[in-house]
């Protein structure tokens, strides 16, 4: 007994030390940081802040208190910059669903003692920090979610910007031109972040492949990346830049088909285990006559 309630103080104690560390401040982010010392643009000082209401200010307090780059409390901003969703919002989504976890046990078992019943006090309680943890855990979830299937939606529709690309470069457009004008053509998503890209890096005298570089590393998807390392080695030739337009082409089509033939599959094999128990359960409706009758009988 008396290792049982060592063992409890134990594991109580980690538990506060731990619940400390994930709750003391964040130091401050460097990005934040430099933010707040360049200079701000003409039409931002020009245009009136608004001042933030009520539950902005919680998910602001939340989100600079409470959220962590890494660990248990660790946000998503990547993936939140990609939806185009505010963290503060993020923050009170995970609070709310915290709080409807750890009150509706709570409210459950109020009613049972009011329908008569006698519940055990530790059960609500516990069972309330079981729900809210996981509760709180499913904003992440959706927002990982929605943002792996952003940036697979974004790879399609990057495989065919290169191809117009390609044929940009074919018609005799220049390097810049033939990497523009295929981004003009449709008001999609992907093809207006490449625009957006591709504009910064013409008016700040950069490198378009950076450009892009830049927006693989904010947005997370490697094969931007790979691609204007590719290309800045391979240079400006004409049929160099083709062969590696061609080649990331090719690869990227590949790795879409691996992709797509591997969820089919896991699909496939998903659908052996229900249809498993349905065969199951009928011959068991088959059989259970001529087994009872025959148990019966003997």
């Known amino acids: 007994m008396t290792a049982v309630a060592v063992l409890a103080g134990c594991l109580a104690a980690a538990g506060v030390i731990l619940l400390v560390r994930e709750l003391r401040p964040a130091p401050p982010r460097l990005d934040a940081a430099l933010a707040r010392v360049q200079a701000t643009p003409l039409h931002a000082a020009s245009a009136p802040a608004e001042a933030p209401g009520g539950l902005e200010r919680v998910g602001r ?3 600079d208190r409470v959220a962590r780059p890494a660990g248990m ?8 910059a990609l939806l185009g969703r505010p963290i503060e919002r993020f923050m009170l989504n995970k609070l709310a669903l915290f709080l409807t976890g750890l009150a509706a046990p709570s409210v459950l078992s109020g009613l049972m003692a009011l329908a008569g019943g006698s519940p055990r006090w530790t059960l609500p309680v516990l069972a309330g920090l ?3 943890a996981v509760l709180s855990l499913v904003p992440d979830w959706n ?12 790879r399609y529709a990057f495989t065919s910007y290169l191809q117009l690309v390609v044929l940009e470069r074919q018609a005799g457009a220049a390097l810049n ?13 992907p093809f207006q972040r490449i625009h957006q890209a591709l504009t910064r890096a013409r008016h700040g005298q950069q490198q378009p492949w950076r450009a892009l570089a830049q927006l693989g590393a904010d947005i997370e998807v490697r094969d931007l990346i790979d691609l204007a390392h590719t290309a800045e080695i391979a240079g400006e030739e004409g049929a160099k830049m083709h062969d590696v337009l061609i080649a990331k082409i ?5 790795e879409a088909s691996a992709t797509a033939r591997a969820e089919a599959n896991a699909r496939t094999t998903a659908m052996w285990v229900p249809t498993s128990l349905l065969m199951l359960g009928f011959v068991i409706l088959i059989g259970f006559p001529f087994f009872s009758k ?3 009988s003997g």
């Open 61 to 63: 307090w939340l989100a």
């Open 73 to 80: 409390l660790a946000v998503p901003r990547t993936d939140l």
């Open 130 to 132: 079981m729900l809210a």
């Open 143 to 154: 927002v990982r979610s929605q943002a792996r299937q952003q940036r697979r939606d974004f």
């Open 177 to 189: 031109a033939a990497l523009e004008n295929p981004a003009k053509i449709t008001d999609g998503w």
């Open 250 to 254: 090719s690869s990227m089509r590949h």
């Open 294 to 296: 025959l148990l019966a």
